[in-house]
């Protein structure tokens, strides 16, 4: 199978040569063929990532209510304010080199050792804030001697920077047939251990475990369908050849975080780690099937846009496609929630969830919103253009920033769902304008 993973992919290549050859004669038939294969692939890599995020999305749900009957709001308020922090941490030192190698034409071998030391090294950095902070971001979360859980999770960014480098190849070939054995396998083995830890420790603690052994399984996973032993070496030629691009999108990201954190962490520091719970919940429930999709659908938009770059016909009908499929799941999703919603969460996850409802209700609009968005930073990062989309991260960053807290203090999770969903209203049409003017 490794083999298999580094051989070219026939129909895309030769309908590039083809392509090529359109250029130099003017036949229209192969550039026609060209866009043809190029929609195969696309629609190919979709399912596939359809496949793996959709099974994942289940994998998830089934874990996510039987840990919900096992365990207590304040329990997942707990590991949602960890993750919380980590995450942040995470986002806030990402140069997202990756996101570089995928655009670029060069082979990546050479890159892949600086790629591979930069992320561990931050590991270990996030890894000794975690440690360091551990006390006053107990207190600020007001979790009392849980605020142990920011020790309990440092192994976590660090196994997240040992998977194989080269599964960035995955995506610069666009094999996401591979998306579904390593989200699918990393999932299974967090529940069926997870369920274990869960049942033995009875907090918070089940929960962390869940997600070290998945991390474990996907490293593994990795070096199998992606071999490559990297080394510890630095080349800062290389370093600047992969920065010069993602640090922009870093940014772009970094901002996105921002806007979507900031309303766990208001919820958290203003109404404790139980309200947290409820609203994390509420969250994950709300944005799901969207997300599902449109995590789905960028995976694959970014490497294709990035192809399209010099045919905006084809781009167009690209993003009014996916746009409408986003527009089309939503909005059933909405509506099945706003009817049946109470009923949904008081069935599956019991009475101690009630305060999740209205929350879910809001959300449910935030997740449409937020996958037309997700949807245009794929096309203006494709385009190579991640400096544009930093304007719309942070002017929705900015947006909630002046909203969230008294939304919150106000309305309790439900000011909060709020606060999203009109800073996304203000981005959205920002985001339409920098579309319309990329060549």
């Not at 096992?70 to 990402?94: E, N, Q």
């Not at 975080?257 to 919820?267: C, E, G, H, R, S």
């Not at 400096?387 to 991260?393: D, G, K, S």
């Amino acid at each position: 199978m490794p083999e298999a993973i580094n051989k070219p992919a026939p129909p895309l290549e030769e309908a590039r040569e083809s392509h090529a050859t359109d250029a130099n004669d003017g036949q229209s038939e192969a550039s026609h063929k060209f866009r043809a294969a190029l929609l195969k692939t696309f629609f190919t890599g979709l399912s596939w990532t359809a496949a793996a995020r959709g099974l994942t999305a289940v994998g998830t749900a089934a874990r996510y209510v039987v840990f919900v009957r096992l365990l207590k709001p304040f329990d997942f308020g707990v590991i949602a304010s960890a993750m919380l922090i980590c995450t942040a941490v995470s986002a806030a030192t990402d140069p997202r080199m990756g996101q570089a190698l995928i655009q670029q034409e060069d082979k990546i071998d050479p890159y892949l050792d600086t790629l591979f030391t930069t992320y561990f090294l931050r590991s270990l950095i996030i890894g000794l804030i975690l440690i360091v902070f551990a006390r006053p971001l107990g207190n600020f979360f007001h979790l009392g001697d849980a605020y142990t859980v920011f020790w309990a999770i440092v192994p976590l960014p660090i196994l997240q920077s040992l998977q194989s480098p080269r599964l960035i190849s995955l995506y610069r070939r666009l094999d996401f047939h591979f998306v579904t054995v390593l989200n699918v396998s990393e999932v299974a083995a967090s529940f069926v251990f997870g369920l274990l830890a869960v049942l033995y420790w009875r907090d918070w603690r089940g929960l962390v475990f869940s997600l070290l052994v998945g991390a474990v399984v996907r490293d593994i996973l990795t070096y199998w369908l992606f071999p490559h032993w990297p080394r510890i070496g630095f080349s800062k030629a290389h370093a600047k050849t992969m920065l010069s691009f993602g640090l922009w999108f870093s940014f772009g990201v970094l901002f996105e975080f921002i806007a979507k954190q900031l309303d766990n962490l208001t919820v958290g520091h203003l109404l404790g780690p139980g309200a947290l719970g409820n609203y994390q919940m509420a969250f994950r429930a709300g944005e799901m099937p969207v997300a599902e999709f449109t995590t789905s659908a960028s995976v694959v938009t970014f490497p294709m846009v990035a192809r399209l770059r010099n045919d905006r016909p084809a781009r167009v009908r690209l993003y009014w496609s996916v746009v409408g499929v986003v527009a089309a799941v939503g909005v059933a999703y909405a509506a099945f929630i706003f009817v049946f919603g109470d009923r949904v969460v008081m069935r599956l996850f019991g009475p101690a969830w009630v305060h999740a409802v209205n929350p879910l209700k809001v959300l449910c609009i935030y997740g449409i919103l937020q996958g037309v968005l997700v949807v245009g930073r794929s096309f203006l990062t494709g385009l190579g253009k991640p400096e544009r989309y930093l304007i719309v991260a942070a002017t929705r960053a900015v947006v909630l920033a002046i909203a969230i807290y008294p939304l919150t203090a106000l309305h309790g999770p439900t000011g909060a769902a709020t606060a999203g969903v009109i800073s996304i209203l203000i981005a959205l049409p920002i985001m339409a304008y920098l579309l319309q003017q990329t060549d």
